[in-house]
């Protein structure tokens, strides 16, 4: 089991930028793959950045490349979303999940979820 809990969201203006964290509890959290997801009132849940156990390798949503950086810190649990250029089409409720098995940008290969936290982005 794995516990994730997401903070740094807030309302900010477009053009400015957030870092959200998400802080990890229970099994070793370097044993996971790790990924933000974000979803929109009346949208589905999509994905948003992912990273390898390491760090070493990290994924975009083509949407964000460019404005957003995921890292984490296995020392401190901790990964994170740095977001820049915020838009007001980002703005949605994000969420960052462990992934068990399956392919990276999919909901269904991650087993573990936050429980969420909203980002709203004012024009």
């Known amino acids: 089991q794995v516990q994730l809990v997401e903070s740094g969201g807030g309302l900010v203006q477009a053009g400015g930028s957030l870092r959200l964290s998400c802080a990890a509890s229970g099994r070793t959290f370097s044993d996971y793959f790790m990924g933000w997801f974000r979803q929109a009132p009346g949208k589905e849940r999509e994905f948003v950045a992912a990273?390898?156990?390491?760090?070493?390798?990290?994924y975009y949503a083509n949407s964000v490349k460019g404005r957003f950086t995921i890292s984490r810190d296995n020392a401190k649990n901790t990964v994170y979303l740095q977001m820049n250029s915020l838009k007001p089409e980002d703005t949605a409720a994000y969420y960052c999940a462990a992934r068990i098995s399956g392919y990276y940008s999919d909901n269904g290969a991650y087993g573990y979820w936050g429980q969420g936290t909203q980002v709203t982005v004012s024009s």
């Open positions: 990273i390898s156990w390491s760090g070493d390798s990290t």
